[in-house]
């Protein structure tokens, strides 16, 4: 992707919006502060651009009060900068009430194959946790993300779709749903999970794993090991002894263990035993932590997790 300019299109909204009291998260008037003023309230929001801005005031309004006139001048300039070869993607800041009726328009009439990002909060500038910050922040991910294009709408973390998107909470801060489809993906720590991320470089080594199993290779043993409160060592510690050659750790949260069972899952490493880290958590998957000791898996559930493991093994380890 090139590096060039991130256009800003401001129109207002809660984003933007003002209260009389860093408690007062409802009684607040939209469309207060400049764009340009909350871009420059973001901590490393020009790293996050990779580039330059260019940042433009379309409006300034609650989108409960949205106008065709709005729509109109939305569309005019998105269609000059998404023509424009030094423009690498459009962010758009907007009230969330009708978020889902600009980007569904914008998705309509552009036809854009580069970004076109909306953005939004749920909580006014002056809030004493503001959300607007963090979604620029986003936001910018998803404008320089590969992959990306056409028109999304990123909300807590989340990257929907134009033609999903929905307001679907009148005050929780993750206030969009993109339906019984699914979000497109998410943003963490600043990079960009799709859904629908493909594993191509697992297909190819697999058919290697194939042949092997064709040919009379024993699969190899690989068993998966919990954290939980109270969890111990003594388990892993005979699997080990038992011969076992890899195993999937269901860990909680983000990819911790209690340190009981850590010592142990690093003894079976050092002795030989292939290690992948998974979550027990149902949703989302394991972040690289600086000074983990343990690699991770691919972001599968421990299940599937381990049957890329035996996979893995039966390769050869090249995936390791
Ligand atoms: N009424 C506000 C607006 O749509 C609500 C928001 O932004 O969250 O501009």
């Known amino acids: 992707m090139n590096a060039g300019k991130i256009v800003v299109l401001g129109t207002g909204g809660t984003i933007a919006g003002k209260a009389g009291s860093a408690g007062d998260n409802v009684g607040y008037v939209a469309g207060q502060v ?14 996050a651009a990779q580039g330059p801005l260019q940042v433009e005031q379309v409006a300034q309004i609650d989108s409960k009060d949205m106008e065709f006139s709005v729509w109109s001048d939305l569309a005019t300039r998105c269609l000059r900068y998404l023509a424009d070869d030094t423009v ?16 569904w328009f914008l998705q309509s009439v552009l036809n ?33 993300a590969p992959g990306a294009r056409g028109v999304l709408a990123v909300c807590a973390g989340v990257v929907h779709g134009a033609r999903q998107v929905q307001k679907v909470h009148p005050y929780r801060v993750d206030a969009f749903s993109s339906g019984e489809t699914g ?16 594993l191509p470089a697992l ?42 050659q890899g195993l999937v750790v269901a860990a909680t949260g983000n990819g911790s263990v209690h340190h009981d069972l850590q010592a142990a899952l690093e003894r079976a490493q050092t002795a030989g ?15 690289p932590r600086t000074g983990a000791l343990l690699p991770l898996g691919h972001g599968l559930s ?12 039966l390769g050869g380890g090249i995936l390791a």
Do not use: F
């Open 183 to 198: 979000p497109l993906g998410w943003v963490e720590e600043g990079y960009v999970r799709w859904a629908e991320t493909c």
């Open 34 to 47: 400049g764009v340009q003023e909350l871009l420059e309230a973001v901590p490393g929001l020009m790293q």
């Open 273 to 287: 035993v292939a290690i992948r880290v998974s979550t027990r958590c149902a949703q989302g998957q394991v972040l």
């Open 302 to 313: 421990p299940v599937k997790e381990r049957v890329s493991l035996i996979l893995e093994l």
């Open 88 to 103: 690498r993607a459009i962010v758009i800041t907007h009230g969330t009430d009708t978020l889902e009726e600009t980007a």
């Open 112 to 144: 854009a194959t580069k970004p076109v990002v909306l953005t939004c909060a749920m909580r006014p500038a002056t809030a004493m946790a503001p959300d607007g910050p963090h979604n620029l922040l986003d936001a910018m991910a998803v404008a320089t």
């Open 203 to 244: 297909c190819g080594r697999a058919q290697a794993a194939l042949e092997k199993i064709a040919n009379g290779a024993p699969w190899p043993r690989v068993e998966i090991v919990m954290n939980y409160a109270g969890a111990c060592g003594a388990t892993v510690d005979a699997l080990v002894r038992d011969g076992v």
